[in-house]
């Protein structure tokens, strides 16, 4: 795994422009529709891939192998944080469709239930549906 994120790191820094322009196409409008923050948490959107991948490095998780999907608009990838510190990896959110269809923390850990029912809420304001696939254990 560890070297199927490296070649997909290393193909990203060749093709950055490419890659960078193609997450500003799909994020523009998006970001503006599903970013959102509260006095919890917040949920941002990525600006590049590299952003991706640091994510999956925090994170822990594959999420790398997630960036080909987000540059052919297959799923939508965003961070959860704790409002009081954005930046700090917390959450990522897979979304395909108008479905969230993943949100894991560090390692995958499933959500703590104050996760997962502010995320319900979120879904909801953004009229988005939650069907969470259960990580591996």
């Not at 999956?56 to 009081?84: P, W």
Request: proline residues 2%; negative net charge.
């Amino acid at each position: 795994e560890a070297l199927f994120q490296a070649t997909r790191v290393k193909r990203y820094l060749e093709e950055r422009e490419a890659y960078d322009e193609r997450m500003r196409e799909i994020y523009y409008g998006m970001a503006q529709e599903l970013e959102y923050v509260d006095d919890v948490y917040c949920v941002k959107a990525p600006k590049s891939a590299l952003e991706i991948f640091e994510e999956a490095r925090n994170q822990h998780s594959c999420l790398a192998r997630y960036v080909e999907d987000v540059m052919e608009g297959e799923c939508i990838i965003l961070f959860m944080r704790k409002t009081a510190n954005p930046n700090a990896s917390l959450i990522t959110i897979e979304i395909r469709g108008d479905i969230i269809f993943q949100a894991l923390g560090t390692c995958n850990r499933k959500l703590e239930q104050k996760e997962e029912e502010w995320l319900e809420k979120y879904a909801k304001k953004k009229k988005l549906v939650t069907e969470l696939e259960i990580p591996f254990e």
